[in-house]
């Protein structure tokens, strides 16, 4: 019936994760020793990733029984539009892969914690030119120690909001939202834990965000992360 396929699809979609996730966070920890093949950087169209962002967390919110709500502002495509005319130059030098990884991971997380839904945002800052790709949830949000500690790696804090099905499958090694970090890191950028709160100060839920800056050149992280 419908509903064993539903339940099929999400079983799938989960150990799908879990096995890319073992092969990922082991060339991510190559990456934080300093590895400089850890990361592939090459010429990536921001539209045509963030296209890819909102269909990969989907499938994952869908599979854990959650609405997403993307919102993937302009000026997005503006960047193929500045490529030079033999299609380089003009892109920023991103590993796709590995934020897409990154992604995944902060949008696990958030469905561990969500009520009901997830929220998915890719923006460029038209001023400085910065990029943020953002995940949150309307959960409780972050502790007050996670927000300070979440991305270190090994920190295991209950809001520090590990993704569980990966984890229990052996893949995560307990590196929490610090794999999301050291990519970030690896891109030049970082990540912001931060809550959703109104005006009166209650938290409306849990927000996680990749920077990255405007350059083109990607760093590695730094081995005082690690």
């Not at 499938?59 to 993307?70: D, F």
């Not at 299609?87 to 991103?94: C, I």
């Not at 009901?116 to 949000?141: C, H, K």
């Amino acid at each position: 019936g419908v509903l064993g396929e539903q339940q099929a699809a999400s079983a799938q979609a989960i150990r799908e994760a879990a096995l890319s996730m073992d092969a990922f966070v082991a060339r991510i920890v190559e990456a934080s020793r300093g590895r400089e093949d850890a990361l592939r950087p090459e010429p990536v169209d921001p539209a045509a990733l963030a296209g890819r962002l909102e269909d990969a967390v989907r499938r994952l919110a869908s599979a854990r029984g959650l609405a997403l709500e993307a919102s993937l502002a302009a000026p997005l495509p503006g960047a193929r539009a500045a490529t030079s005319e033999d299609g380089s130059g003009a892109l920023p030098l991103w590993d796709a892969d590995a934020l897409e990884r990154a992604v995944l991971n902060l949008a696990g997380n958030a469905c561990d914690h969500a009520r009901s839904r997830v929220t998915l945002s890719f923006s460029r800052d038209a001023a400085s030119g910065a990029y943020s790709i953002a995940v949150g949830d309307d959960g409780p949000g972050f502790s007050p120690e996670a927000l300070k500690h979440g991305a270190e790696r090994f920190y295991r804090g209950d809001a520090s909001r590990a993704n569980a099905a990966v984890e229990a499958a052996g893949a995560h090694f307990g590196l929490g939202l610090s794999i999301a970090s050291d990519i970030a890191i690896a891109h030049g950028g970082r990540l912001e834990l931060s809550n959703l709160e109104d005006a009166g100060g209650n938290v409306l839920g849990g927000r996680a965000a990749i920077s990255l800056p405007a350059e083109q050149h990607p760093s590695q992280p730094s081995p005082a992360h690690g």
